[in-house]
């Protein structure tokens, strides 16, 4: 049996070679031309491959997703970096990862300044006029037709199938790596409850370096189902995209729900043509789910729980059309785990808790991941064994109740979700230490409105930099997502008896001046 | 001959691209959305303005979001429905 993740495809594409996999924009690609255009890219970097990782600097792209299935042709390891590192950090990836090529699509392309080209890889495979084709930078085109495998080459369960890198507190995100064993027992056990099937068509909402964006690729592509991409353009009018290409199944985050509904594209009834959703990567509000419910009439809705660094989710609740609602939050619980899959809660000596009582997530299951790339420590940290199967500890708090619903309480730590993205507070103070030559920094999520962030506020001590200059440098640092919107010079940082800078005391100061404001 | 509509919407794009930590020059055929150097809410905007100041009807079924990728196809679908 062979365990390369494109093997799937493989099967599909045999069955189904002319049925639309990708569409983007004009762009639409058949199982067969999607296939030989993935062989041909695993032709041009089969011989560059000794640690196997493979960069691509691109999403949302014919590219960037023929680069994926190639690269698992090949037998490589797939290292999405997405388009929204700046230079800096991207040069430090790239001396972090070693890669043995980088593929990049158009948008990649404007990426590509003289700093990042020498810092990257000496392979770098580059869009040719015909979509999802490449050629090497700065090479003759080859004269030699490259040997093409027919199939995918043979891999074992060990095998890393791809490095997803997330937000890390040092103020470099760190690199989630994750085997082909893995992805196999994921999609084996979601399978039974979501049966995508050859008429389905669904849609890619998810940058490249976000691990769902593999999810909606690989069950669209087991299935001989349609992919959409959705360009960036087309995630300002999710709703238009849904209805413009009939799209039954769909899964993003549920932030996208809020700016739907702020658009005004989300009357009732308006998307008839979904069957199935599932919401994963943030709390799922009740409101936003009562909203996509009366959108979306035919649809099931799931909401899905799980960190990158269990693969993917773990965890799904189906929405009744009431509940079951996490009271707390006014939230929808994450439910029970998915085949193969243990949730327990620990108390913070590691200790199982009764039912009801609050306590740390742990999940533990064969599918876990291998860990943090380069970072053994912080992996023996937080990836212990469980109940004898490897486990995660995911820093999440949450109870099981009396009816063995599991439900989210919010986090243990600093990190937080904003616009979608995972982002650890310490990350940007890290950046912001640095940008603003302070040492007493703070960052904060403000306003905050209900659950969801809607604004990150940073404060930093320093007698010299002006607010607009820390920002320019910042943004040579993080990427645009992370660099608060408000930044100020706080002559006196509030510190808590520990010493450290009290967040909550910052939080309480934009409160009141807010409050202030608002009574003036 | 230019319009000073469309100089005011190459403006409020540059300053858009500034916000961003960009360089503020574009070439009318560079891509703005699909190379990430503006964002949705930016494109929100940019809609915006086209709805309020060009009178583009948004709500048209044949209206296609993609078609504002650079500034070139912006002036296109503005001069349109000049």
Partial sequence: MTWNIAHRFEKAADRHPDNLALAAGQTRLSYLSLKQLAQAVAAQVKPALRQARIGVLGSRSIEACTAFLGIAWAGGTYVPLGLNHPDQRLIALFELLELDALIVDRAGVARLSPEVRQAAPDLILVPRDEPGTFAPLDSEPL??????????????????????FTSGTTGMPKGVMVNSRSIALYLDAIHPWYELGPEDRAAETCEANFDLSLHNMLTAWSAGAALFIMRPLDMVAPARFIRAHQITTWLSVPSIVALMRQAGGLSAGSLPSLRLTWFCGEPLSAQAVRDWSAAAPNSIIENFYGPTEITVAVLRQRWDGEGPLTRE??????????????????????????????????????QCSQGYFKLPELTAEKFREFNGRPGYLTGDRGYRDHTGL????????????????????????????????????GTVTWPVSGDVVAGLAAFYSSGTLEPEQVRARLRQLLPAYMVPDHLENLAEMPLS???????????????????????S | MTDPKLDTLRQTISTMLAKRGQPPEFADEDSLFDSGRLDSASAVSILLELESVFGIDLGDPDFDISQIDSFAEIRQLAQSQG
């Fill in chain 1, 143 to 164: 004269t030699a037709e490259l040997p093409v495998s027919d199939h995918p080459a043979e891999v074992g369960p060990d095998h890393l199938a791809y490095i997803i």
């Fill in chain 1, 497 to 519: 008896s520990n010493g450290k800078v009290d967040r909550k005391a910052l939080v309480a100061m934009l409160d009141s001046r807010e409050q202030a404001r608002a009574a």
């Fill in chain 1, 406 to 441: 599991f439900h989210h309480l919010g986090r243990l730590d600093n990190q937080i979700k904003y616009k979608g993205h995972r982002i650890e507070l310490e990350e940007i103070d890290a950046r912001l230490r640095e940008a603003a030559e302070a040492e007493l920094v």
């Fill in chain 1, 329 to 366: 939050r006014g939230i929808v619980a994450i439910g029970t785990p998915i085949d193969g899959v243990e949730a327990i809660i620990v108390d913070a000596a590691g200790q199982p808790v009764p039912d009801g009582i609050p306590g740390e997530i742990v999940l533990a299951a064969d």
